[in-house]
């Protein structure tokens, strides 16, 4: 196996240097990598088989340099590499990509305000805490953990992205007036993501219950649906008394669903 070397920043670990990291050990499967937190010198600049990442003042993709703080419109390094590693379409629609971005160019102060994202110290992850301080203190124990992490974000994206354009293509209806959406699939990730790219998202989203053999209803909130209102319909297993959700005992035909969630229909 080839062997290669990575070098970062000394000091305390980011997020932005750990994900970049984790992106390269988890893409290069056949290379074996060491790394060193360090000022890197001038020939491991030149050297393609040194990745500096994050440090060194140069953003260099075919010389494996990637740092940003030379320039203020640079993205950060961890999207340096993820552009680099052809990663980019897939991994830029998580929901926390660019507030992490953000986070790292321009502070947690005006990205939490930027992005609506509330106080910086309640959104502080303790698992993200752990996993920089570990980083920082054994960098090379590290390695195997941050391969993990690099194949695991990949993996959520590409799950992400398959919900998102499953979610694209689902069926729409108008439900007495209110815009809805059935999908045949027990999974509700991709939803928000979804709701957040369409310029006319669903009120109502319709999917197989994961725990029985009928529907899932669902209403978002300021939504003039209130599923509670059909809880006593021979038709429904459950329904909760805020009204945001409910479900069917058996699947229902398109017909019958329709005019059941109808029911629920706050404005007739």
């Not at 961890?78 to 502070?107: A, C, N, Q």
């Not at 029985?212 to 021979?234: E, K, N």
Request: overall charge negative; hydrophobic content about 40%; glycine content about 6%.
């Amino acid at each position: 196996m080839e062997a290669q070397l990575i070098i970062t920043h000394p000091g305390s670990a980011h997020f932005d240097e750990v994900t970049a990291i984790s992106l390269i050990l988890a893409m290069n499967l056949d290379t074996v990598f060491g790394i060193e937190r360090r000022e890197p010198a001038q020939q491991e600049l030149d050297n393609p088989d040194v990745w500096v990442v994050d440090i060194g003042d140069r953003y260099e993709p075919k010389k494996h340099n990637f740092d940003h703080h030379q320039v203020t419109d640079c993205p950060a390094a961890f999207v340096l590499v993820d552009t680099y590693l052809g990663l980019l379409e897939t991994l830029s629609i998580m929901p926390w990509w660019d507030f992490k971005d953000s986070v790292d160019r321009f502070g947690p102060v005006k990205s939490s305000i930027k992005y609506h994202a509330g106080d910086v110290l309640v959104n502080q992850s303790p698992a993200e805490t752990w996993l920089t301080t570990s980083f920082a203190s054994d960098p090379e124990a590290s390695l195997p953990l941050l391969k993990s992490f690099g194949a695991h974000i990949i993996e959520d994206a590409h799950t992400l992205k398959n919900q998102i354009d499953f979610w694209k293509t689902s069926p729409r209806l108008i439900i007495a007036g209110v815009p809805a959406m059935i999908g045949e699939t027990v999974e509700s990730a991709g939803l928000e993501e979804f709701r957040r790219l369409d310029p006319n998202p669903p009120d109502i989203v319709i999917s197989l219950d994961r725990w029985g053999r009928g529907w899932r209803l669902f209403r978002y909130d300021g939504t003039p649906v209130d599923f509670s209102l059909i809880s006593d319909c021979p038709e429904i297993a459950f329904a909760h008394k805020s009204g945001f959700i409910a479900k069917t005992k058996e699947r229902l035909s398109i017909d019958n669903l329709i005019a059941l969630v109808s029911k629920a229909v706050t404005y007739h």
